[in-house]
């Protein structure tokens, strides 16, 4: 199958609702400026062909501080970045998830036992938090009674 980019993806599909979660690759090596120029479009893109699909962007993830020693980079600005997501989603007409900061330690970062590299990589525990995230969210949606549920669970 050749490859595709996302949006065109999710045109093809025109799935109902897409959750969409970038990460390192896409905000960390470029200019934040076409980042944001990139979802907007996509965003857009998605409303005028699939009109009837939920668009949902999820925050990125914090980084070790092992990784913004090396990249040079401050945690504040990295994790900055979900407010203007955030903002980015108002305004094009998106619903925003972040869980940020439920994989954050007291000063911001990614903790090592959240890792699989020590850097960015979710380990199995990371995983878990992301995909109970996005339970608790879809269940909000759809069955609030579940999302109680979900919520009052330990683990969370």
Not at 120 to 125: E, F, G, R
Request: glycine share 6%; proline share 4%.
């Amino acid at each position: 199958m050749p490859s595709v980019s996302l949006t065109d993806g999710i045109l093809y599909y025109a799935p109902r609702k897409v959750f969409i979660l970038l990460g390192v690759n896409d905000i960390g090596f470029r200019q934040w400026s076409k980042v944001e120029e990139y979802f907007a479009t996509m965003i857009d893109t998605v409303h005028e062909h699939c009109p009837d699909t939920e668009v949902i962007i999820l925050g990125v993830l914090p980084i070790t501080e092992k990784y913004c020693k090396e990249e040079r980079v401050t945690i504040e600005r990295w994790n900055s970045f979900n407010a203007i997501l955030e903002g980015i989603c108002a305004e094009h007409g998106a619903a925003f998830l972040n869980f940020a900061d439920r994989m954050m330690d007291e000063n911001g970062y990614l903790p090592r036992e959240l890792t699989s590299d020590g850097a960015y990589h979710l380990s199995k525990a990371g995983f878990d938090i992301w995909i109970r995230a996005v339970r608790i969210f879809a269940a909000e949606r759809t069955e609030p009674d579940a999302a109680i549920q979900l919520s009052d669970t330990p683990g969370d």
